[in-house]
């Protein structure tokens, strides 16, 4: 069992950066990939980026590759998405979701998840 809780979300103009945080509780949690995922009001999930366990795989959509990082420090049991170049397209909520196994970007393959960070862009 893995409990996550994610920070970082916030306001920021368009073109600017923000690091969410995905902080996990449990045991071996160097055994789970991590995926980012986010939720926009009226549209349905959609899948940001993962990481797997030993941060060997990291799937990226391709709206936010080039401009979005994923990464991990698993003695701080945290991932973390660095999102530059924000855009007025990717204000959502963003979750992270936890699996055992592959970083894949299939969001009902997670079976643990956060409660969501806010993300807003202004223009």
């Known amino acids: 069992q893995v409990q996550l809780v994610e920070s970082g979300g916030g306001l920021v103009q368009a073109g600017g950066s923000l690091r969410l945080s995905c902080a996990a509780s449990g045991r071996s949690f160097g055994i789970y990939a991590v995926g980012w995922f986010r939720q926009a009001p009226g549209k349905e999930r959609e899948f940001v980026a993962a990481?797997?366990?030993?941060?060997?795989?990291?799937p990226y959509a391709d709206s936010v590759k080039g401009r979005f990082t994923i990464s991990r420090d698993n003695t701080k049991s945290t991932v973390y998405l660095q999102m530059n170049s924000l855009k007025p397209e990717d204000p959502a909520v963003y979750y992270c979701?936890?699996?055992?196994?592959?970083?894949?970007?299939?969001?009902?393959?997670?079976?643990?998840w956060g409660q969501g960070t806010q993300v807003t862009v202004s223009s």
């Open positions: 979701a936890a699996r055992t196994g592959w970083a894949l970007d299939y969001g009902p393959s997670y079976d643990y």
């Open positions: 990481i797997s366990g030993t941060s060997g795989s990291t």
